[in-house]
């Protein structure tokens, strides 16, 4: 079992930026493939980024490739995503995710642990 909380999220202005993390629990944190997923108000919840287990590997939806960061820390059982060139489009609640699976199959949803969610509102 896989605990994921997430922290970081905020209001920030169009432009801006912000780190999320998500810290996870359990010593098995390397073996699990990394993801952040966000859902709008009114819309179905996306895939964001993820990462694999090395990190050598990080995938991320067209819409924010060049704005946002994904990376891990194993050392630290955190994982990140770094926000900059936020647009009020990002708006969402964000959500870490952990998969047994790959990081280019988290790309279609997969995954096996959520956390709870943290709020990203980018105003205009």
């Known amino acids: 079992q896989v605990q994921l909380v997430e922290s970081g999220g905020g209001l920030v202005q169009t432009g801006g930026s912000l780190r999320l993390s998500c810290a996870a629990s359990g010593r098995t944190f390397g073996s699990y493939a990394m993801g952040w997923f966000r859902q709008a108000p009114g819309k179905e919840r996306e895939f964001v980024a993820a990462?694999?287990?090395?990190?050598?590997?990080?995938y991320y939806v067209d819409s924010v490739k060049g704005r946002l960061t994904i990376s891990r820390d194993n050392a630290k059982n955190t994982v990140y995503l770094q926000m900059n060139s936020l647009k009020p489009e990002d708006t969402a609640v964000y959500y870490c995710a952990a998969s047994k699976s790959t990081a280019q199959a988290m790309r279609l949803g997969e995954s096996d642990y959520w956390g709870q969610g943290t709020q990203v509102t980018v105003s205009s």
């Open positions: 990462i694999s287990r090395s990190g050598g590997i990080s």
